[in-house]
């Protein structure tokens, strides 16, 4: 007992979930049901009301048929026998009185409703032959027909009547009631007749066709959601239908009526197609069977004549048009039990209006409903696609709005955070200004310490031993040098490097002039060393004072008699550099393995200070010497560095 119990335990909360579903389900669609039962009486309703009100004072219901070769009285409305009577088609005969005082208001004959097609006849004269407007010789269409009466032909007391009616199938011919009487009182009710069968369809089909053009350029703006096409073909196959004039018989077009036929099924058949995708399912494969009863019709049309085509959409193309309904309302009701939301309630109580009208229809055709012979699944289905074509339109317009204001307000957020990133990079720029400056100064203050500052303080050294004035002249023209070229390295020379070189020149040539040593100035290329626009002034400094300083060790050390300076600039892989070498032609030095000088400590520190200042600009400094003469050569890098290198 105690596992019976345990097992049950546990199936209990695997069982539990399914009957709290099953109640949220029947909460949702029992409403929704409920709902679609009343829509269905307000539309049955509807449909009473729908008929319009015939004079029946002027009706003449009694008439003589003679049709298979037997007269006998019939009382109109009357469905033939015969589905197929153009050869012998039923022939009524009737009478009407007319008073000459009547003659003055005119009068017409006015047929609410038939099928196929009337020819009318007053005293043996034809008055009215409907076979001359093609769409009125449309069952689905419901379409009037009046005609004036000549004065003429009216003879006072009875006038016979004759209606000859052309059917061509497959449903039975169908007379309604013939009025005759004046123009003025038959006119309101054929206008009114006209109106909504007639008029009301036209404007129907022409928004449909403007909303599948509407449609088809969404389509096309959105090709992830074919749910716009779909519907589109769907209204354009509706306004084939309605806007191309059927085939007349004995005119024999079967390719036109084909088409025409099987238009229907393929168009119901696409707004199933159109709900599933709309409503967020996937298309199943074995969907497509859907469309196999259009696709017969309209290859039977295209190959064989009419009645076939006819028949095969009574047997196929209709029951096809209703389980497509029936579909529709079925994908409609499980839409709305997940759902909830508006579009599924609207478009199902849409499609229970067309459901309804259908079965209205098929009673009408099989004749269960003897008295009336009105189709208005097609005006109801033109319907339902312009509700449901607006409102997808709607929808469109609808986010191309929440698309123009999330646009608006991003575009206000990106203006927002510019103006947070102008003024973030403002204050950068100026603390970056104020770190360059502040660097600047530092070095400024470097290179006047470590040049001008020695210089003052071995003038005050020299001053207070009591050195005599050419010492300290001497020492005071060393600082005034040093400032000098501290001075002249500020200025902005485009970087140009052979400009500060050139100052440098006059400099030196001053400075040897004395010990009688002959500068050697060559420039082995037409630029001399390459523009380098991010050449700073702290890049000309250690240049300078690499070249003062070689120069000064040949003045001190090397007893030369001729400095050569030569300018060069070689091209590498990556891009050229510059190359600047000072030779002399003294008695040189020996360089220990380390590359510093040997013995002199005072020129070990000279080189290993113009290492340095070579390494903060990012150049190569190499050491040459022997007994020949010493030579200096500054490699420049193919790009000054922003930053002093020295610190590695």
């Known amino acids: 007992m105690s596992e019976v119990t345990a097992k049950a335990s546990i199936k209990a909360p695997g069982k539990a979930p399914a009957r709290p579903r099953r109640q949220l389900i029947a909460s949702r669609l029992v409403p929704y049901l409920l709902l679609q039962v009343l829509i269905v009486v307000i539309t049955i309703v509807g449909l009473g009301l729908l008929q319009p009100i015939d004079p029946d004072e002027l009706a003449l219901n009694g008439f003589s048929l003679r049709e298979n070769g037997v007269t006998r009285p019939v009382t109109l409305p009357h469905f033939t026998t015969s ?14 009185t007319f008073r000459r005082g009547d003659a003055a208001a005119g009068w017409s004959v006015y047929l609410p409703r038939f099928s196929n097609a009337v020819e ?10 409907s076979r001359r407007d093609a769409n009125a010789n449309r069952p689905d269409r419901n379409t009037p027909q009046i005609a004036a009466i000549p004065a003429s032909l009216l003879r006072e007391g009875a006038n016979e009547i004759t209606v000859r009616l052309f059917v061509w199938g497959p449903l039975k011919g169908f007379l309604d009631t013939v009025y005759v009487g004046p123009d003025a009182a038959l006119r309101p009710a054929f206008e009114t007749r006209t109106l909504l069968f007639v008029t009301l369809p036209v404007v129907f089909s022409a928004w449909q066709s403007i909303l599948a053009v509407i449609l088809a350029i969404m389509w096309l703006m959105r090709r992830r959601e074919p749910v716009y096409g779909v519907l589109a073909v769907a209204m354009v196959l509706g306004v084939m239908q309605a806007f191309m004039p059927p085939p007349v018989p004995p005119a024999t077009v079967s390719r036109l009526a084909a088409v025409l036929l099987a238009s229907a099924p393929i168009e119901s058949a696409l707004i199933v197609v159109f709900g599933v995708l709309f409503f967020g399912w996937r298309w199943p494969r074995y969907g497509t069977l859907l469309f196999a009863p259009g696709l017969i019709v309209f290859v039977v049309g295209l190959i064989a004549g009419p009645p076939l085509p006819r028949i095969l959409f009574l047997l196929l193309g209709i029951p096809t048009v209703g389980i497509c309904l029936f579909l529709m309302a079925c994908v409609t009701a499980a839409a709305v039990v997940r759902r909830q939301d508006a579009a599924s309630f609207t478009i199902g109580c849409a499609v229970t209006i067309v459901l309804t009208c259908w079965v209205h229809d098929m009673l009408s055709v099989s004749e269960i409903v003897t008295n009336e012979r009105i189709f208005v699944s097609r005006l109801s289905y033109s319907a339902m696609l312009v509700a449901i074509g607006a409102g997808l339109t709607w929808r469109f317009a609808r986010a191309l709005n929440q698309v123009d204001s999330f646009a608006g307000q991003l575009v206000t957020r990106v203006r927002e955070a510019e103006e947070r990133l102008k003024a973030s990079f403002a204050r950068e720029e100026e603390r970056a200004r104020a770190a360059a400056l502040a660097n600047e100064r530092t070095r400024l203050m470097r290179d006047l310490h470590d040049g001008l500052g020695g210089q003052l303080v071995s003038i005050v050294a020299l001053s207070e031993r009591g050195q005599d004035g050419a010492t300290i002249t001497d020492a005071a023209r060393a600082a005034l040098k040093d400032l000098r070229l501290v001075i002249d390295s500020m200025d902005d020379i485009g970087g140009d490097l052979m400009l500060a070189l050139g100052s440098w020149r006059e400099r030196a040539t001053a400075q040897l002039r004395p010990h009688d040593i002959t500068l050697d100035w060559r420039v082995a290329t037409p630029q001399g060393v390459p523009l380098h626009p991010e050449l700073r002034p702290w890049h000309v400094i250690q240049i300078v004072r690499i070249l003062d300083e070689a120069v000064t060790n040949a003045v001190k050390h090397a007893q030369a008699h001729r400095i050569t300076v030569t300018i060069d600039t070689f091209d590498a892989g990556e891009g050229p550099y510059g190359v600047i070498s000072v030779t002399d032609d003294g008695h040189g030095f020996a360089i220990a393995g380390d590359g510093e000088a040997g013995r002199n400590g005072q020129t ?8 340095n200042r070579a390494a903060r600009c990012g150049a190569v400094l190499d050491l040459s010497s022997d007994a020949s003469g010493t030579r200096v050569r500054l490699q420049l890098p193919q790009r000054f560095p922003d930053s002093d290198m020295a610190a590695s």
């Open 83 to 96: 589905r197929y009577s153009l050869d012998d088609p039923p022939f009524y005969t009737g009478s009407f």
């Open 120 to 129: 009318v006849a007053v005293d043996g004269v034809v008055v009215l032959d």
């Open 604 to 611: 070990a520190r000279g080189l290993r200070n113009m290492r």
